[in-house]
């Protein structure tokens, strides 16, 4: 995870991210809406950063038709969260994802790196 949307210390959105075999954190998708009371938890396990940041500089899209920005809050990529997704036959997210659950006992480097 690399982002969010909302308020700090209670998100309502992430933007996903995945390591690639270069180390570079590739943005994936965003989750649907965070229920009210994942938000303020989830915070409590986020830390705020620009500095060396991958995304930093980066704009990401409001959705989809529209040339609107969100405006985004860059955490540091450190923490690992499951969620479903459903692709398309060229492996393209249909929607965005549905966080199902934070994973303490991972770190971004036990992911399979990104391969695009």
Do not use: N, Q
Request: hydrophobic share 40%.
């Amino acid at each position: 995870m690399g982002a969010l949307t909302g308020p700090v210390v209670a998100p309502r959105t992430l933007l996903l991210g995945r390591y690639d075999a270069a180390r570079r954190l590739r943005y994936t998708g965003r989750t649907t809406t965070l229920p009210r009371t994942t938000g303020p938890a989830l915070a409590e396990l986020l830390t705020t950063t620009d500095a060396g940041h991958s995304w930093t500089g980066r704009t990401f899209s409001a959705g989809w038709g529209t040339r609107a920005v969100v405006s985004v809050h860059l955490v540091r990529p450190d923490l690992v969260v499951e969620g479903e997704v459903e692709v398309d036959a060229a492996a393209r997210w249909r929607h965005p994802a549905r966080l199902h659950r934070t994973r303490p006992d991972l770190t971004p480097a036990d992911i399979t790196p990104f391969d695009p």
